[in-house]
């Protein structure tokens, strides 16, 4: 699995655009982009995933880089709840179900 | 649908006892996986079954070991404990197929808190 590289931490105002940076430059072309969050205690909450195409549902929008080597986790409106570590995972192939996490970007939403 | 429950959630052994903890998956995924967090190293893979087969393994000794049932059901046991296997253990199931497909998310249930002393 390609190595993912992340921010150690981030701030967001409440109610602003949360945009989670991760570098992935040795991403192979089979391996797809995950983004899952971890709030304290609890075990880890699939957000979303991606493999070339940007991606959006109900929790959050995913912009891949056409050259794939980064990408960029949006929350459009951040609440108080949303306050997590945050983990992008590159990870791909059929019968390759690992997951491989980093350390993540620890958000926090400021009131 | 229900998600992924483990039982027991929390469990005090001494070392050199013996574990065994549980994880019921999510109606109708077949793959389960299985990870440890600890506060040093993060949240790392153990193993992962898929039709009762390990498919995948990580970088832990022999004293980690599982098993998967017909029904998707899993266990993983830990020998011979020892003080470092203190840690936080997280089922997780996907609904991956078979054949040539992937990009499967993977549902984690809440854990089960290891405490060894």
């Known amino acids: 699995d390609a190595k993912t590289t992340q921010p150690p931490s981030m701030d967001c105002a409440e109610g602003r655009a949360a945009n989670l940076p991760c570098n992935h430059s040795t991403i192979s072309g089979n391996e797809y982009v995950y983004w899952y969050r971890q709030i304290h205690s609890q075990g880890p909450q699939y957000i979303i995933h991606g493999l070339k195409n940007n991606e959006t549902n109900e929790m959050a929008s995913l912009i891949i880089t056409e050259d794939r080597k980064s990408s960029t986790l949006i929350l459009p409106h951040a609440t108080l709840r949303d306050t997590a570590v945050y983990y992008c995972?590159?990870?791909?192939?059929?019968?390759?179900?690992?997951?491989?996490f980093g350390t993540g970007t620890r958000l926090t939403i400021i009131p | 649908k229900a998600g992924v429950t483990q039982t027991p959630r929390y469990l005090i052994k001494t070392r050199g006892q013996q574990v065994t903890l549980s994880c019921s998956p999510i109606?109708?995924?077949?793959?389960v996986s299985w990870y440890q967090q600890t506060p040093g190293q993060g949240l790392q893979f153990l193993f992962e079954y898929f039709s009762e087969t390990q498919r995948n393994k990580g970088n832990f000794p022999g004293r980690f070991s599982g098993r998967q049932f017909s029904n998707s059901r899993s266990e993983m046991n830990v020998s011979t404990l020892e003080l470092g296997d203190s840690a936080l253990y997280l089922c997780?199931?996907?609904?991956?197929?078979?054949?040539?497909?992937?990009?499967?998310?993977?549902?984690f249930g809440p854990g089960t808190r290891l405490t060894v002393t």
């Open positions: 995972i590159a990870q791909g192939g059929f019968g390759n179900e690992k997951l491989t």
């Open positions: 109606s109708g995924h077949r793959s």
């Open positions: 997780a199931s996907s609904l991956v197929g078979t054949g040539a497909s992937w990009g499967y998310e993977q549902y």
